[in-house]
């Protein structure tokens, strides 16, 4: 006589197989960051309270974060883990960096940039995006890419409708050993994340000359916009020290951008313009005339180069734009003769 057969027992998660179990999420580094005099920065909400938030998303299956990994890794799957640690913040968003993986072992890392408010602050995030991806069209190869938007629900811990938020977020791309990009009070290029490392001042000039590339890159000579150079934040560009060769440079993020430029605009801002960092700032343009011609033909070829290059001189001796240094004006003109 066969036997009944038993009854199947409930779930409790504990033996069950590890496609079916829902992602462990980690966060790492909540602590409290300060700006560069040690300040520490406002925070609009408790991170508990958004780490409670983003969880909830990641468990019940959400439509931003949960796409993004399955663009960045390249197939669907069921998330095993996922670690957030707080990278650094500013005085209206806070980055993650994270690391997620699959049950079948497939890993994805990326950065999540989060507003700190509903207002202004998530406006300057999807401010940021916005100009990531008209960036990633013209410069992927140099930059963060952007994969995704959306929105983290929280909500208000005395339960009052009125006062829930939605804060606005995005995630990028992430090159490992990448860090923020600072100025020394010496003038020369340094990291400014972590432990500070300095550069030499031949590795500052092929910096200035690699930013040169990278804005003169992102210009569009027909929709006649790019990035503005009059306002560069430090966290746009994010430096790598190399190991035996150069530094590398990468565009993390781009708040401001400019319309109605010409060659000759780019050229002359790039010429003219500085960027600040912790109040030291630093030229755009390399000091050796020759190291800027080869930075704006590395972003066209050597012929347009000279074309952009020679109409901004002559609008500057008209008085049309406004003019560099005469000397390095005069070294580019004996530049373009010779060339």
Known sequence: MPRPRRKPKEFTGRNQPRRELVAVSKWQNLVELTDFRGKSWRRFYKLETLASAIDKLVHEGDRFLQPAIEQLIGAPGRLSQIVFTLADEDALRFIFHVSAAYASRKRASFALIVAKNAEEATRRVALEYKHLKILAERIPDAMAVPIRSGAIFLPDRYRREAKNRDIGAYITTVHSGYEPLGIHRNGQYMTAGGVPHTFTKRETEHLRARMVTLIASAFH?????????HQIE???F?????????????LV????????????????FLLTDTWKFRGVESPLAPEDPEAFVDAIAAATDRETAAQWIGTYLRLARSGKLKGADPDYMAALAEILENA
């Open 221 to 229: 000579p027909i929709k006649r916009d790019g990035i503005d150079t």
């Open 234 to 236: 430090p966290s746009t």
């Open 238 to 250: 994010q430096v790598h020290r190399g190991g035996k060769g150069m530094p590398g440079l990468k």
């Open 253 to 268: 993020n781009c708040v401001h951008m400019q319309t109605r430029l010409s060659p000759a605009k780019v050229v002359g």
